[in-house]
């Protein structure tokens, strides 16, 4: 029975469940890259944990240009047998008639999770670890890449064997080319179309076909390239990355599809396949720098119910918790953990809540203190020196984490001295993750506030190669534009009568961040109209949830509006609608968003601050909308 292995994202190159019923003794497994969690033993946690840092070594070698390792962490969950992965296996693939899994794979905005069941029944005990980190390590691009194609990588690589020193890489499959011969082919332009919600990738009977089809065309690919000196399966890709249509770019590089397939099906039953090698005596893996902890029950159940949230089976994931809490109030992990159920049910203040106890009991988690700071509502210098010290640490605790970075320059940017400062953390988190598009559009903001445009003019025109849909594209192109508009009007300005100003632009930049997204607006104005109400706001702060209703905006940025809530009505304003703090939950916000218009009839939850004006309700200092 084949595996089957849900990929959530990739780039190409050439569960009330108590705690373990059993007593099992759970251990840690850590290199510099991965760490194994697994009640299989330490010889085996090891073991696995070397077939990841080999096949590590094996793509850095064969895809120098790979980010082979990225900046969220990889955990490996591995099971010494089928009962013990149930207990963290997908909901999806728990009902009867589904794939029987021997691994998953699942990406988070923090985290790589890679499910193993230690003792699936394959040719290759570790084909189901080569799979995942090929998952993992093409990544990128699945919002672009054929589902064909993130398979059949997967499955070519996967029957990768690793020896002292060599590797094979490419071995076809005994049990793929019985089956491939003993049933009908899905005709191509149906494989070529095929999605994650298509009944071929789930059901076992058509997902069996599916997997193994995909192996064959890719493999086919590679090796006749390879021999040919061509590079169709790469042409191809170019093509569909470039949002051409799957079967257009099939049609256009591999030539008509019924020849296609009848190559395809005579690749198969000639059984001539050939495989790659690769001499690995020299791989520098350095197994004295693994490190080994036994983990109490507390810690293994807490590690598996961020999981159990993470594949919907989120009341499981409560449940597992509330035992821990209630037999250790204190457990950090625990309260980490509940943070993440709560972010990834959209509950942000629990979730805030709880990431806030557990920083005060010092974790030494960095996605708590990241997620606490990115959920505090600044605007207090106190207020301010909290998210900092939280961001600081996170940066500490993970020098990789380009989401930390990002948000402290946004933090930094809002204060005038710091600004520099937030540049260069700008700069850092596109260093980290570069194919981010967002946190380069939120360093070329930083750029355009220290008024440094040709710079960030240049940036934009870089930003337009890293942009992967159409909306994307279309907002770099849109920000040149409008950039090259503050250009114009700051030239016309200068040579403006004095006191003379316009509105020159407003646009949103949806920033990086999990759970929240932020959204910066950026708005050169005039500054010579005098504001309806007061500019600073020290009274008590509140939040409210309800409907944005009667906005109204005047010169040049004061915004006006009415929030309806179930309990009340409320009447706000703010003086600088560019310094207010915008985030979206629960969705990414496309194009461009003009408060004045797109926020009216919205929902939406806004936190304030009482005035000495008692003709409004307070004064606006963020804005989160919801879906």
Avoid at 150 to 156: D, Q, R, S, T, W
Avoid at 201 to 211: P, T
Wanted: proline share 5%; hydrophobic share 40%; with cysteine.
């Amino acid at each position: 029975m084949r595996p089957h292995l849900f990929c959530l994202v990739l780039l190409f190159g050439l569960a009330s469940v108590p705690a373990f019923a059993a007593p099992d003794q759970w251990v840690e497994v850590r290199s510099p890259h991965f760490t194994v969690i697994t009640n299989a033993g330490e010889k085996q946690g090891r073991h696995t944990l070397d077939q990841f840092e080999r096949m590590r070594w094996v793509f850095s070698t064969l895809y120098p240009k790979f980010n082979v390792d990225p900046p969220e962490p990889i955990l490996i969950f591995a099971a010494k047998n089928g009962k013990t992965f149930q207990s963290f296996e997908p909901q999806a693939y728990l009902a009867k008639g589904q794939l029987s899994l021997a691994g998953y794979f699942l990406s988070t905005s923090d985290k790589n999770y890679i499910l193993l069941r230690l003792d699936a029944e394959q040719e290759n005990p570790f084909a189901t670890v080569y799979h995942e980190y090929t998952h993992l390590l093409f990544r990128s691009a699945a919002d672009w890449i054929p589902l064909w194609f993130n398979e059949g990588i997967a499955e070519f690589f996967q029957n990768t064997t690793i020896h002292d020193k060599n590797v094979e890489l490419g071995k076809p499959s005994a049990d793929d080319i019985l089956y491939l011969r003993q049933q009908k082919l899905i005709p191509l332009p149906v494989l070529l179309k095929i999605d994650a919600s298509s009944p071929y990738y789930h059901e076992e009977e058509k997902g069996s076909i599916f997997y193994a089809e995909s192996w064959a065309l890719t493999h086919y690919f590679q090796i006749t390239d390879k021999e040919k000196g061509t590079h169709r399966l790469f042409d191809y890709l170019n093509l569909v990355a470039n949002h051409t249509d799957s079967i257009a770019a099939a049609e256009q590089i591999f030539g008509n599809l019924k020849q296609l397939q009848s190559a395809l099906e005579s690749y198969i039953n000639a059984g001539n396949y050939k495989e790659f090698v690769l001499n690995s005596a020299a791989a520098p893996i350095d197994e004295s720098s693994y490190t080994v902890r036994t983990l109490t029950q507390f810690q293994a159940d807490a590690a598996r119910a961020d999981v159990l949230a993470d594949v919907q089976r989120e009341q499981e994931a409560r449940s597992v918790i509330d035992s821990i809490l209630k037999a250790d109030p204190n457990n950090v992990a625990a309260m980490e953990t509940m943070g993440n159920i709560e972010l990834r049910a959209n509950n942000h203040e629990e979730a805030r809540k709880w990431y806030a106890q557990a920083v005060k009991l010092d974790s030494q988690s960095y996605l708590a203190n990241y997620y606490f700071a990115a959920m505090s509502q600044g605007g207090s210098s106190a207020d301010d020196a909290l998210i900092e010290s939280s961001l600081q640490a996170a940066i500490k605790l993970n020098p990789k984490f380009a989401p930390a970075y990002d948000r402290l320059a946004g933090l930094y940017e809002r204060q005038p001295d710091k600004r520099d400062q937030a540049l260069q953390l700008s700069l850092q988190a596109v260093k980290l993750d570069p194919s981010n598009l967002y946190y380069r559009l939120n360093a070329i903001n930083v750029l355009m506030t220290l008024g440094r445009f040709d710079q960030a003019l240049s940036a934009l025109q870089t930003a337009v190669k890293v942009a992967k849909t159409p909306s994307e594209v279309n907002l770099v192109q849109s920000r040149i534009s409008q950039v090259t508009q503050i250009q114009q009007a700051r030239a016309h300005a200068a040579q403006a009568p004095q006191g003379q100003g316009q509105v020159v632009t407003l646009d949103d930049i949806p920033g990086a961040g999990a759970g929240v997204q932020t959204v910066r607006i950026v708005q050169k104005v005039a500054a010579d109209a005098a504001p309806k109400h007061p500019d600073a706001a020290s009274g008590p702060k509140h939040s409210l949830t309800g409907i944005i209703q009667s906005v109204t905006c005047s010169y040049p940025t004061i915004i006006e509006f009415q929030l309806k809530a179930p309990a009340q009505t409320v009447t706000l304003y703010n003086n600088n609608f560019i310094k207010i703090d915008l985030s979206a939950a629960g969705f990414n916000p496309t194009g461009s968003m003009n408060p004045c218009k797109d926020f009216e009839g919205r929902t939406a939850r806004i936190s304030y601050a009482e005035t000495t004006d008692k003709t409004v309700d307070g004064q606006v200092l963020a804005i989160e909308l919801h879906k």
